[in-house]
């Protein structure tokens, strides 16, 4: 009882001290040390950020292996160029405001994996459509703008493109068809019934349940969308 | 409900969030401390839509205001705590 007591003394003299006025420092040394300070943390802050976007902090989790195993055999990781492109060039977007609201919802898959969702190699191909959607349908609102970062129609050579490729292309500039129209899976399987629900996707209306339409319109309106989802051009 | 989530934390580490909070901490009056910090919102969403009024989402505006409203009042009340003069 006494014990809990002076614990508590404690942490109350401890919450005085920090709201009663410095006697010991100047303004000055309060303003530098506090800016000094800043710089530590806005620095460390930064660092965590960059280093939770390396592929060696993705795949360190069990549950991404099979992710990796994947990955490892498409061409964004192998390729005659050497320049790859890693888990987070991919998912998390570049912007400040994005990449911070992608990175509080990437909490998500802290939990997912302490809880183990995906651990098996059943419950990861059960799981599959639905990973696959949720990046399909991000993808979709924002234009592809992950894939952008890289890739821009404005400096493609047509000419050296395959001819197939070329006017596939072309038809995606004329038609405002997103990279992931086309391109999915690129750098994971597909599951088998995946253009089934690639097509409920470009329809959402009529694939969604009533009770989260307002859901899913609020999450569209939080998006800079640059088309409309399930447009006739699709 | 992530979306929601994840737009909060974003806008609470961004300009709203920290120059609400800081601009919260210049003045002891809470409704114009909010105000301050509803207009870093509002600034905050025009920045990053690149100043084209039809490129600003809804939900982030909305969000990125709140926040800026709610961290301008916390700034604030910082300020009536922390300074004693």
Redesign the interface.
């Known amino acids: 009882m006494n014990n809990r007591q002076d614990k508590r003394n404690r942490l109350s003299r401890l919450w005085d001290w920090f709201w009663s006025p410095s006697t010991q420092f100047s303004v000055g040394f309060t303003l530098i040390s506090g800016f000094l300070i800043g710089i530590l943390f806005w620095g460390g802050f930064h660092w965590t950020i960059e280093a939770s976007n390396s592929e060696e902090f993705c795949v360190s989790c069990h549950s991404m292996e099979t992710n990796l195993g994947e990955y490892r055999q498409t061409v964004h990781y192998y390729n005659h160029s050497g320049v790859r492109a890693v888990c987070s060039d991919c998912h998390v977007p570049k912007e400040w405001d994005h990449k911070m609201k992608a990175k509080a919802i990437a909490v998500k898959d802290v939990f997912y994996e302490l809880i183990g969702s995906i651990d098996t190699r059943e419950k990861y191909e059960a799981r599959r459509i639905d990973m696959a959607k949720t990046v399909w349908k991000k993808m979709r609102a924002t234009d592809s703008r992950e894939c952008r970062n890289c890739h821009a129609f404005e400096y493609m050579d047509f000419t050296i493109q395959e001819t197939r490729a070329s006017s596939e292309h072309q038809r995606g500039i004329d038609e405002g068809i997103t990279c992931i129209g086309c391109h999915q899976g690129v750098a994971h399987k597909l599951p088998p019934n995946w253009l089934e629900e690639y097509e409920k996707l470009k329809n959402p209306v009529s694939a969604t349940r009533p009770g989260r339409l307002w859901v899913d319109a609020l999450a569209n309106a939080g998006t800079h969308q640059s088309y409309s989802i399930g447009s006739p051009a699709e | 409900?992530?979306?929601?989530?994840?737009?909060?934390?974003?806008?609470a580490?961004?300009l709203p969030g920290i120059l609400g909070l800081g601009i919260g901490m210049m003045t002891r009056q809470p409704y114009l401390a909010g105000s301050l910090g509803g207009l870093v919102g509002m600034l905050?969403a025009m920045i990053?839509?690149g100043f084209s009024l039809a490129?600003i989402?809804?939900?982030?505006l909305t969000f990125s205001v709140l926040v800026g409203i709610a961290a301008g009042m916390i700034g604030c009340m910082i300020r009536r705590?922390?300074v004693?003069v």
């Open positions: 409900m992530l979306e929601i989530l994840g737009t909060l934390a974003s806008n580490l961004s905050e990053f839509s490129q989402g809804a939900l982030e705590k922390g004693k």
